[in-house]
């Protein structure tokens, strides 16, 4: 499995009137070909603005890529011209997001903005490009797509916005789609009907996925690796199964612990990670977890952990206690 | 604490909402948020209130409090039926009554401290009348909830979402109430946070022995803070019990759907898992389905489902479900 895409040293940095924000603090990480990445944390870490950076969309002049390499199949993404930049989106990386209403065109009809992208991209003409989008509204499992074409967002439920955005995202069949947490917005029982076919059609298609998500859930069931992101940095990786059974980093192992589960019998208490989410305008010293960390010794004050290899499988973390971790959560599950 | 006494009883509440489609306003059509819940809920115990987004769980909430007047039914708060009176009747009455709302930054007025939006009901209620020691309450608020005295001088922007929720449980707080309506309090919040607003409403529960009506939709927060759990759906109450009875052995399909939705953050248990994924959505609640209506989304629907509404009847002692074939 070759590379598809490789983040390099990446920074983003934000100007703003309390100081500038790190939103995605030299950062590297890669997306094999038809691999499914996560990108997972909670607000503020980095995860989408690292997807912007990806597309070039960081909303400027406060917010600038001031650093690194974005390598899609070996070109640099951020060299390319701005021209050259619009074949990229849409046609090469699909996007997803959230909040399908925002992203959709409410005053074109679901047609239209289907087409918009076949004509452009892959010049199909008006009647080829119409038979291509009801052929894709029926692949997302839209029922009577023909009707739907001449609709408007607004005559859609929030499910079925999800599955024209995957639609659409899918249409010039691109090596990689972006997913912004593409299932936060939905309720639990259509959550599992997008979660369903996104995996199935990536996996049809051999398409490439980076999922950005807060919900360590989804990223259970549907992804091959994952960066976990704290305060701008990727501060653990590894494969899911080696994360969820064997965390090394200890915000990655508060995250899971503070969760209840279903699959588990009721705790009397949970146990959150104490403490507020960082300001990105005030970082400490060191690992910008220490003040949360139970974990945290003296070192951890001063001087910033990098990413290290847990093991042989890949598994890497920012943690400079993470063998002692390993051996307490071992002794925790055993 | 609990004692048997209910704090609270629902009887058949209706909540319709007339809606005009159409460029001149004409073709009214009438939404069923709420049709015919009927349930219970006792001095010191947390009923959670699951569905998913325009089930009416939001809006039972809101009747419950009297912020939407109900269509029919009745609202028995402390034995009095809160449908009849009036508003000058009511006043009394909201101060026994609060609610925290999912999203804090668009409940608390962002041009007021948080000791001006933690004092208000003070004033407002005339519980305390004089400012120094309104001053120390909202100090000793503010320590209740896991906040400090310096919070007070701080605006609602300049604190984090968990913070803010924190102001907005103090403020419920404020007027020494009975029963909190907690609306999906936690799914604003980051995960890491989720858990320490949990703790927190569990230990206010504990050393003022509030009752807590907990409306959301997540089904792994409500089994942990719940003694009892309704499910609805399309306005009606589906399926309630006890949290354990619920949780081991749903009866109603739909619950047992939602219940095998949920992820499980372990890849190992997630990859063997079975899951019911259900087909379709949820109906609009403008034109129901006849006869039971989760008929057009269950595995195992028959042909009587499609012309008998099920009653919410009781299959084991304590358990209700609204199934034919439960």
Known sequence: MGTLLEVKNLKTHFVTRSGVVRAVDDVSWDVGESETVALVGESGCGKSVSALSIMRLVAGPAGRIVGGEVLFKGRDLLKLSEEEMRRVRGREIGMIFQEPMTSLNPVLSIGRQLTEGLEIHLGLSPTEARRRSAELLGMVGIPDPERRLSQYPHQFSGGMRQRMMIAMALACKPSLILADEPTTALDVTIQAQILELMKDLSRRFGVAMLIITHNLGVVARYADRVNVMYAGKIIERGTAREIYANPRHPYTLGLLRSVPRLDEPRRARLDPIEGQPPDLTRLPSGCAFTPRCAFSVDRCRVEIPPLRAVNGTGHVSACWEAERLGRQATAVGS | ?326
């Open chain 2, 1 to 326: 604490m609990k004692d048997d006494a209910p704090i609270l009883e629902v009887r058949n509440l209706v909540k319709h909402f007339q809606v005009r489609g159409g460029l001149f306003g004409g073709r009214a059509g009438l939404v069923r948020a709420v049709d015919g819940v009927s349930f219970e809920i006792r001095r010191g115990e947390t009923l959670g209130l699951v569905g998913e987004s325009g089930c009416g769980k939001t809006t039972t909430g809101r009747c419950i409090l009297q912020l939407e007047r109900p269509t029919s039914g009745q609202i028995l708060f402390e034995g009095r039926d809160l449908t009849v009176l009036d508003e000058d009747a009511l006043r009394p009455i909201r101060r026994r009554m609060q609610v925290i709302f999912q999203d804090p930054y668009s409940s608390l007025n962002p041009r007021m401290t948080v000791g001006q939006i933690i004092a208000e009901p003070l004033a407002v209620h005339g519980i305390v009348t004089d400012r120094g020691r309104r001053a120390t309450r909202v100090r000793e608020l503010l320590s209740h909830v896991g906040l400090l005295p310096q919070h007070a001088h701080r605006y609602p922007h300049q604190l984090s979402g968990g913070q803010r929720q924190r102001v907005g449980i103090a403020r419920a707080l404020a007027v020494e109430p009975a029963l909190i309506v907690c609306d999906e309090p936690v799914s604003a919040l980051d995960v890491s946070i989720q858990a320490q607003i949990i703790n927190l409403l569990e230990d206010l529960q504990a050393q003022f022995g509030l009752t807590y009506l907990f409306v959301a939709h997540d089904l792994s927060v409500v089994r942990h803070i719940s003694d009892r759990v309704a499910v609805m759906y399309l306005g009606k109450i589906v399926e309630i019990t006890d949290r354990k009875s619920l949780y081991d052995s749903p009866l109603h399909p739909y619950t047992k759907a939602l219940l095998s939705a949920v992820p499980i953050p372990d890849p190992v248990l997630e990859a063997q898992r079975e899951r019911v994924v259900l087909g379709g959505e949820v109906p609009s609640p403008l034109n129901p389905p006849p006869g039971c209506v989760f008929h057009p989304r269950c595995p195992i629907a028959i042909d009587r489902c499609r012309v008998e509404v099920p009653d919410l009847r009781e299959i084991h002692p304590a358990h209700r479900a609204a199934c034919l074939l439960a």
